[in-house]
Every structure is written in structure tokens, then in C-alpha cells.
């Protein structure tokens, strides 16, 4: 199984970037997928998941709503993570995950190396 996050990088604030996730190893149209991000001395943050489906997504973490779309494209067993009027307290490590849900409580079982973004001036 592998999960092979990309498309960090700096951004200034107020500007965007689209993250990637390729996967492979397992059957991905059978699993919900998540992003999820952790910064320096912080917990991990449920930042965006979508259904195995893609006709259901969710965004756990209240500061991303409005900003952060999530979609998935099952032709080429990728998720991304499109990120627009970023701040600052958006920086941290991003990773994906394949799980069993959108939900805050749902189990993801395989998990990528993350991607770094650093939003600064």
C-alpha cells in the first residue's frame, strides 16, 4: 500500500495550493480518504474527508470550511486537497488516508508520508 502526498510548498497568505494524493496497493474506490494535518506542538487536525463514493465529504475542522474543497478522482486512484485563501495557521504537515468514513471517529488505516506547507510573507 502506498500513499504519495504532494504539492506543498510556501505560499503566501491569501494565496492557494492543490495537494495530490496518488494511491496504490489496495482498492481505492472501496475506501473513504481524508486529509489531515499536524503543526509543530500540535495535535493532529481531521482536516477534510470524502465517501468511497465521493458523494459525501465532510470538514471536521471548523477553521478550513469555506476554504478547503476536498474531491477524488477513482480513474486515477487520486485525492486532492484544493486549499484557497490560506493563512499563516494553516502550516503544517498535510497527509492523506484511506478509512471507513467521513466521520470524526472514523477509522483510516493506511496513511501517507505527508507534504509540508508553510504559509508565511
Known amino acids: 500500500v502506498q500513499l504519495q502526498a504532494s504539492g506543498g510548498g510556501l505560499v503566501q497568505p491569501g494565496g492557494s495550493l492543490r495537494l495530490s494524493c496518488a494511491a496504490s496497493g489496495f482498492t481505492f474506490t472501496s475506501y473513504a480518504m481524508g486529509w489531515f494535518r499536524q503543526a509543530p506542538g500540535k495535535e493532529r487536525e481531521f482536516v477534510a474527508a470524502i465517501s468511497c463514493s465521493g458523494g459525501g465529504s465532510a470538514y471536521p475542522t471548523d477553521s478550513v470550511k469555506g476554504r478547503f474543497t476536498i474531491s477524488r478522482d477513482d480513474a486515477k486512484n487520486t485525492v486532492y486537497l484544493q486549499m484557497d485563501s490560506l493563512k499563516p495557521e494553516d502550516t503544517a504537515v498535510y497527509y492523506c488516508?484511506?478509512?471507513?468514513?467521513?466521520?470524526?471517529?472514523?477509522?483510516?488505516?493506511?496513511w501517507g508520508q505527508g507534504t509540508l506547507v508553510t504559509v508565511s510573507s
Open positions: 488516508a484511506a478509512g471507513r468514513g467521513i466521520h470524526r471517529n472514523s477509522e483510516y488505516i493506511y
